[in-house]
């Protein structure tokens, strides 16, 4: 017995210092800098440098910039002049005491967002796979369902909504309003909205079909051919392989789309900043908008963390560990 | 050659693809409506462009529009040819050099290992968030010290870090299987040879898509003419379109229209070139 356990102690001190030396050689290991891992990193930068250069010189910079304006009191008077504030985030305190639209104008774009990206996403992965399949005239369908995208970014786009193309004629009869009645109006305001504007969410997305094309593109059709043969048919070959195999599509979508939303032209709360910073500049002012934006930035930020983390890949941790298994072996 | 039905590209019309047809069609009518009124508008005589109620096709087709635009451009004081060729040298530049940096850039934080790879992404995510009107000024300023503002370089350097075209070109290269890198990196291939020869042609679909995205947003800009030039003689077509819609008398309506479309003919001409590239890629991808 006891001979029995010292070899089975031996051999576990044979085994021990075996265990570091392993990983001594593994190239993934993040403490040692071998010779190859210095040239990845030279490589890497070398890559990266055009990118950065520019990053520093138009994005850092002017965000540094205006991270400072934003806690100063901004005079131009023969150029630029810094006034220290009563205290330095006074700026942002006014935002919430002076912005007193700002809480509804929020809830209603939030609200708007979460029915839009639903639809917009929905609408386009449909769209795309109606195009990526074998029909004759493709390329012309192709070019119909993209092009609007170009106009409405232009002021044809106001000369058309003025003009009432964009709303689906039986939505504005009124008949709409008497199913909403019984909601709350901050629900029921976003949903006539979503209504009134549904002909052109469709016509503003564009890129999202082309980028669902260029995905649905990847997937090879010896797949589906596959599944045919099991047995498989068309909606059950949508779920287990078009839509797996599209989730980072989509969740590259989903950010897409919030972003473009967020950060568009006719978002109510860009003019909001906008009408802040330039038409009253006595009251509110230069600095003021650069708080504002900065708050507004940090709500997008949130927003599309939501939807990282609905959409990121659940999978991804146990690839992550089963890879690390692999090159430790 | 397989028979009849099962062929890929049908060249005949098939009762197969009818209910294909049956979405598409109609959807394809109210999508199409836009490029429809946009064509018509710039065709519109006087009295139809200010018809009430407004009418959505045109019944008497002039070029009268396109007639007045063409007078106006002859009687400014900088020829309507050189807006024409600032815009198209401006885009041309702008176009390539985004690509270049933003595939390069992908490359690097997709598939290579350093140090700050996460910190650059975040960096580049922030860009994409962040709201356009707060960084005016201090763009403007960070434009007057380099010294390039009223230059050529006013119009393509800030528009060339496009955070867009990155995010999407990146997240197409992240399933670019690593296997792929690997046997190349094996048969003995650097990192150059590896973007060129293998990289690029796997995320040509995503390329095509950021050359779209990236031309439509110069094509249009007018900011840059507007903010960092002040010589009539270096700003683009954009702006001086956008200053005849402004005008506000009753020809500058019409000349507006017919401005829409002149603007709107590129961007078609560009899309038809680059869909063909989004679509052929099966032929390329690699590894099964």
Known sequence: MATKKKQQNMQEIAIAPKKPSKREKNPHDKKRLTKRRVREWLYGYLFLSPWIIGVIIFFVCSMVTSLNYSVHKIIFDNGVQLQPLEFWYKNYVDVFTLETDLPTTLGTFTISLVLQLPIIISFSLIIAMLLNSKIRCRSLFRMIFFLPVIIATGPVMTMLTAQGVATVPMMSDGSLTVLLGGLPAFIAEPITELFNSLILILWNSGIQILIFLSGLQKVSTTMYEAAKIDGANGWESFWKITLPILKPIILLNSVYTVVALATGGTNEIIELIYSATYLTPWTKGYSYGMAFSWIYTAIIAVILIVVFLLLKEKSDKKVKYEKRLVTLR | ?288
């Open chain 2, 1 to 288: 050659m397989a028979v009849g039905g099962t062929k890929v590209n049908p060249k005949k019309f098939e009762t197969s693809q009818i209910p294909l047809y049956v979405y598409l069609l109609p959807l394809a009518v109210l999508m199409g409506a836009p490029i429809v009124y946009i064509i018509c508008h710039a065709f519109k005589p006087m009295d139809e462009l200010f018809a009430f109620p407004p009418k959505f096709f045109v019944s008497h087709p002039s070029l009268i529009n396109f007639q007045n635009l063409m007078q106006q451009a002859a009687a400014s004081t900088v020829p309507f040819s050189r807006y024409v060729f600032n815009s198209l040298v401006v885009t041309a530049a702008v176009l390539v050099l985004a690509i270049l940096i933003s595939t390069m850039a992908a490359f690097a934080l997709s598939k290579m290992r350093f140090r700050l790879k996460n910190i650059m992404m975040e960096i580049n995510n922030l860009a994409l968030m962040f709201v356009a009107t707060a960084v005016v000024i201090p763009r403007y300023l960070t434009i007057s010290t380099i010294g390039i503002l009223d230059t050529w370089l006013a119009h393509i350097l800030p528009l060339i870090a496009m955070p867009v075209c990155l995010f999407l070109i990146k997240q197409f290269m992240d399933q670019v299987p690593d296997s792929l890198l690997e046997a190349a990196q094996l048969e003995g291939a650097g990192s150059f040879t590896i973007y060129l020869k293998i990289i690029l042609p796997m995320v040509k679909p995503a390329i095509a898509t950021g050359c779209i995205l990236t031309f439509q947003q110069v094509w249009n800009n007018t900011e840059t003419s507007n903010l960092f030039t002040s010589t009539e003689s270096i700003r683009t077509l954009a702006f001086y379109m956008n200053t005849l819609s402004g005008v506000g008398t009753v020809q500058g309506q019409g000349m507006a229209a017919a401005a829409a479309l002149i603007m709107f003919v590129p961007n078609l001409v560009l899309f038809i070139i680059s869909q063909s590239s989004v679509m052929n890629t099966m032929a390329h991808s690699g590894l099964k």
